[in-house]
């Protein structure tokens, strides 16, 4: 017997089956039912795991006041509390640095980040990259401010560097990057290397925002800087990039920073 042939046999026995089942229910008057039922539309897929939901970026997920949480926001009106305060998990990425081991530490977390980024840099074509500075200590800001105001005066190193207990290199979360070989160190012109492009376009990939932006200096009190970035978690840098505020104090909302209270 052909399969075409068999397949219509099994059809016409299963139809007969059928009839004779329906005849015995209308024969049976207990069996008729007393109410009806809507027929289960049959999926057309098969049944697979619940997809996990996207979760919503939620903005008071971490603390902006705690110096440990990642998205601390330190500037000119919101001082580190404690002022002394040093990071608990710093470690030296695996990375090329231009200043000392003890400046060049960064949080766990950040440090992990940031060799993934280096690293991203370079098979993506930007070029080397290595570390300028990273973590400074109440100590160290406090001789490297009092060193520029000495050379420069209290205004002009007040809007290049932080005074100490200001300072977002002291919670251990920010870095200022360089080009390798070194190209326009600690200058605007960095963002205009390979380097500076890349960084600008991807760092948020990795966790990092550009934390003094140009035309920001009302809100940030600083002035462009295209080497430093700040490590606040992919989560939120990808927030900043899509929704468009370019500056901490604008995503949260906070009062600008131009100048330091006492003045």
């Known amino acids: 017997m052909s399969r075409r042939s068999f397949h219509s046999s099994l059809v016409a026995v299963v139809a007969l ?3 004779m089942s329906l005849a015995s229910c209308v024969a049976a008057p207990g069996n ?9 539309p049959m999926s057309s897929t098969v049944p697979g795991p619940t997809p996990t939901p996207i979760p919503t970026f939620d903005s008071r997920a971490l603390s902006i006041d705690d110096a440990t949480s990642l998205w601390v926001v330190v500037d000119k009106v919101r001082s580190l509390q404690p002022a002394s305060f040093v990071p608990p998990d710093l470690v030296l990425p695996s990375v090329p ?3 000392s081991s003890a400046s060049s530490v960064m949080r766990a977390e950040a ?5 993934s980024m280096f690293a991203a840099a370079a098979a993506e074509g930007s070029g ?3 570390i300028q500075n990273a973590y400074r200590s109440f100590v160290v800001q406090t001789n490297t401010h009092n060193s520029l105001v000495r050379s420069l005066g209290e205004a002009t190193a007040d809007a290049q560097s932080a005074r100490p207990g200001y300072s977002e290199h002291q ?7 360089a080009a390798s070989p070194s190209r326009c160190d600690i200058q605007a012109c960095f963002g205009e290397t390979p380097q500076g ?6 760092a948020y990939r990795f966790g990092f925002v550009l934390r003094y932006p140009p035309d920001k200096s009302a809100v940030t009190g600083y002035v462009y800087e295209p080497w430093h970035y700040r490590y606040v978690g992919a989560a939120l ?3 900043l990039h899509e929704s468009g505020p370019t500056t901490l104090e604008e995503f949260f909302e906070l009062p600008g920073a131009p100048d330091y209270d006492d003045e």
């Open 17 to 19: 089956t059928a009839l």
């Open 32 to 40: 008729i039912p007393t109410h009806s039922t809507s027929p289960r």
């Open 97 to 99: 640095h231009i200043s």
């Open 111 to 115: 440090a992990t980040a940031l060799q």
């Open 128 to 130: 080397a990259m290595q």
């Open 171 to 177: 919670t251990g979360l920010a870095v200022d990057i």
């Open 197 to 202: 492009i890349w960084l600008a376009a991807n």
């Open 237 to 239: 840098a990808t927030e």
